[in-house]
């Protein structure tokens, strides 16, 4: 049963894709039902694991001695714009017609014309929408239709909201900001001047249901279809601001996010911009650590570049099952034969990929050159967080608080309600998938599992998962930024 529903889960992250780089879960789960977990019996032995597991978590979380004062975060951001796609298509005064797929969207017409073409084969696409000038008008049009709902989106800009709900954090956000996505922001968030611009980044998100109908056209199942102008985010046209503007906000905790955008400007431009954000990124000083969100890419060459070059100099990274399995696979790692993860992925093998990532492109062994020490693994059953040993502290509160929120605001919540969740992680498990491994157990009351290999330590709390989530966006940027602000970094590490 639960394998249906985290098959579910990936299906939505992947689609999630689509987003300004936030994974998505929301409408996949609304749409996708799910008879056989709404109608799971309690099991009274269950249900107490799930209540003595989050009052663990509310005993043991705390915040670190030495907490982060000023967080400066970049480069993603646009307000996402979730609209009826029919709706939309009537508002402009298009008539329905037959489907026809375009690369690029050039006018009215155009998207007409693709809409119609995934919408008949309920699927999920992207499209770059060429004119700016048409663009502005649809997208305006979108954002006044009746019942059209606008949201933070990009991972720069929903970390900066998790990082502004707590008063004693001074958050820098760089990115497009315009005047509609300012106005959602969270007051608490400084925005630098040079960021904000003229015209909203916005990503219009065109919304079909099952079975509905225009013209001859009827979807087959929910999908969306997605179209932009954004090319802020896809060439990361804030990162230089941003990194220059670090030397007058002076941050102790950098927060990059939005590298994935690139990927859609094909090969060419991809590789000359990312060589400009490497060296720019390497501008930043050595003492500040550099947490970097990833988030879906498709091109191994993209990811590779990303790993060879980016990871070695940033602190931390934070990714999700599909993006640590796709890691491997470009850079040939352990368990790269995987086509993909099959239902909750296997601690063991998760564990084998972590590894290899800190040991091959981290600082695992103190005399490379790399700085990477942390990784924040998230998926729909559990989180691990992986360190070199001697760089952060609080990591068990972190793993615990991270897994907290995605535990209580998929269900749309402040706090974790335990009688609207499951535990769906393992109980026991092994510490590598091959010889020599460890047999692993976790003990609801001490709800971390730590195991250690090499030099790096690793550790597992579950996720209590909202039954019927609700609005899952940008969860995995809300993961990481509370695991942030429970962690603590050692910078006197510098003898190494
Ligand atoms: C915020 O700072 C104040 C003053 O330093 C302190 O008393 C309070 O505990 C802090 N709040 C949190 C959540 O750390
Ligand atoms: C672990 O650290 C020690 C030094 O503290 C080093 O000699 C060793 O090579 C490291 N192991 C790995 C696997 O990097």
């Not at 009274?44 to 663990?56: D, F, R, W, Y």
């Amino acid at each position: 049963m639960w394998r249906k529903a985290s098959a579910v889960a990936l299906l939505a992250l992947a689609v999630g894709y689509f987003y300004c780089g936030s994974p998505d879960v929301e409408t996949v789960l609304q749409y996708i039902s799910l008879p056989s977990l709404q109608m799971s019996l309690q099991n009274p032995s269950q249900s107490s694991l799930e209540q003595v597991i989050s009052t663990a978590w509310e005993g043991l979380i705390s915040l670190p001695t030495r907490q982060w004062a000023k967080v400066a975060v970049g480069v993603n951001a646009c307000v996402d714009v979730v609209v009826s796609g029919v709706g939309l298509l009537q508002a402009l005064a298009v008539d329905p017609g037959t489907g026809l797929d375009h690369e690029v969207l050039l006018s009215k017409e155009d998207l007409k014309e693709a809409f119609i073409h995934y919408m008949g084969r309920g699927a999920a696409a992207e499209r770059f929408f060429s004119d700016q000038e048409v663009f502005q008008r649809i997208a305006r049009a979108a954002a006044e239709y009746p019942g059209a709902k606008l949201y933070v989106g990009g991972n720069a800009a929903l970390i900066s909201q998790k990082l502004a709900t707590y008063p004693n954090l001074t958050v820098l956000l760089c990115g497009p900001v315009g005047p509609k996505l300012h106005e959602l922001l969270d007051e608490q968030i400084v925005v630098p001047p040079e960021s904000l611009q003229e015209m909203d980044e916005y990503h219009l998100i065109m919304e079909y249901k099952a079975g509905e109908q225009w013209g001859s056209t009827q979807a087959p199942q929910a999908n969306r279809f997605i179209f932009s102008h954004d090319v802020s985010n896809g060439g990361m046209s804030s990162l230089e601001m941003f990194v220059a503007s670090l030397e007058e906000f002076q941050p102790d905790l950098v927060v990059l996010s939005g590298l994935h955008m690139m990927e859609g400007q094909g090969k060419e431009l991809w590789e000359e911009r990312l060589k400009e954000a490497v060296s720019v990124i390497s501008d930043i000083r050595k003492d500040i650590p550099v947490h970097l969100e990833l988030a879906s890419m498709i091109d191994r060459d993209f990811m590779n570049s990303i790993m060879q070059e980016v990871m070695p100099i940033v602190s931390s990274i934070g990714l999700n099952e599909q993006e640590l399995l796709f890691l491997s696979q470009a850079g040939e790692g352990p368990h790269a034969e995987l086509a993909a993860w099959k239902g909750i992925p296997e601690v063991a093998q998760v564990t084998d990929i972590l590894l290899w990532i800190l040991e091959e492109h981290g600082r695992s062994d103190p005399s490379s050159e790399a700085d990477l020490t942390r990784i924040h693994f998230h998926t729909l059953a559990y989180h691990i967080l992986a360190t070199v040993d001697g760089y952060w502290g609080n990591q068990e509160a972190a793993v615990m608080a991270g897994a907290r929120v995605a535990s209580s605001q998929a269900c749309g919540l402040q706090a974790v309600d335990v009688s609207k969740v499951e535990l769906k992680a393992p109980l026991q498990f092994y510490s590598s998938h091959h010889e020599p491994q460890e047999q692993l157990t976790f003990d609801p009351a001490a709800p971390v599992t730590v195991w250690h290999r090499g030099n790096v330590t690793f550790r597992f709390t579950p996720v209590l998962v909202c039954r019927q989530p609700l609005r899952t966006v940008g969860l995995g940027d809300a993961i990481s930024a509370v695991g942030l602000v429970y962690s603590e970094f050692n910078n006197n590490n510098q003898t190494f």
